[in-house]
């Protein structure tokens, strides 16, 4: 029985007042929330306020990107070594962001989940097709890639989350139907059951994309979309936890 989970990224926002106060507002709502889980990602400059602040609540941390090396000569990279000594349980990898504007390939999605796995960290892959590519009718194409390479030789795969965020939908205000997210859910969780059998069932699939409290039931609904990874409405605790009232319980 797969369960629910909840993901705030809060991508470049939030200096370390905004981010403490953010966090505490969030982890007083969550404490009403149990069966599932829930994260914030935090910019890498609050992550150690996020950290101290929600200490002993039910809500866990996670980092927006890494490197797949523990440590070197790798100026302004962080290593998956120091978030896990800075409390984080959780990273971000692959967000498109990061393949757009700082050209990651799926070649390195597949080491930085590779990496994350043997530290201990909880890779959350992020796949998706642009809008060019889903009017060309290669969506499919695009995700299987994605997913194939991004899980390259992975065989942890219970502990890893997947994101299916359609670039389209990021920021935009025009979320994915409850169908067309759900068709490219299933499609995902084929593409695992091909690579690892029935532990596809196991596997969260989370929905990415213009997310909101009120959009987020009818996703939820559906059988193969496990939680959500949320940006903008991550971004006022009372948005954020009300997508979470209509999450929880539900899986
Ligand atoms: P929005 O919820 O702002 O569309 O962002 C989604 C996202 O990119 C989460 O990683």
């Known amino acids: 029985m797969r369960k629910w989970i909840v993901a705030g990224n809060w991508k470049m926002h939030n200096n370390i007042a905004e981010s403490i106060a953010l966090a505490k507002a969030i982890k007083e709502g969550a404490s009403d929330f149990k069966g599932g889980t829930i994260v ?15 200490k002993g609540s039910n809500v866990l941390l996670a980092a927006q990107n890494m490197y797949y090396e ?52 909880t890779p959350i892959m992020c796949v998706g097709e642009t809008d060019e590519e889903r009017e060309k009718g290669v969506t499919q194409d695009v995700v299987d890639k994605q997913v194939r390479q991004g899980l390259s030789s992975v065989d942890k795969i219970d ?29 995902i969780r084929g593409i695992l059951k091909d690579l690892y059998g029935s532990t596809a069932n196991d596997i969260r699939i989370l929905y990415g994309g213009s997310v909101t409290k009120d959009n987020i039931g009818d996703l939820i609904a559906m059988e193969d979309i496990d939680g959500a990874l949320v940006g903008g409405a991550s971004l006022k605790a009372d948005g ?7 999450i929880s319980g539900k899986k």
């Open 159 to 187: 502990d890893v989350v997947i994101a299916y965020e359609p670039v389209w939908a990021i920021g935009t205000g025009k979320v994915a139907t409850p169908a067309q997210a759900q068709d490219v859910h299933a499609f």
């Open 70 to 121: 523990d440590k070197g000569a790798f100026t302004g990279e962080i290593s998956p070594v120091m978030l896990k000594d800075i409390g984080c349980s959780y990273v971000i990898i692959g967000h498109s962001e990061r393949r757009k504007y700082f050209h990651e390939q799926d070649n390195d999605v597949n080491l930085k989940v590779k990496k994350a796995l043997t530290v201990g960290l």
């Open 240 to 246: 954020f936890l009300g997508i979470i009232e209509n």
């Open 40 to 54: 914030l990602a935090p910019p890498f400059t609050a992550l150690f306020s996020v950290s101290e602040a929600i």
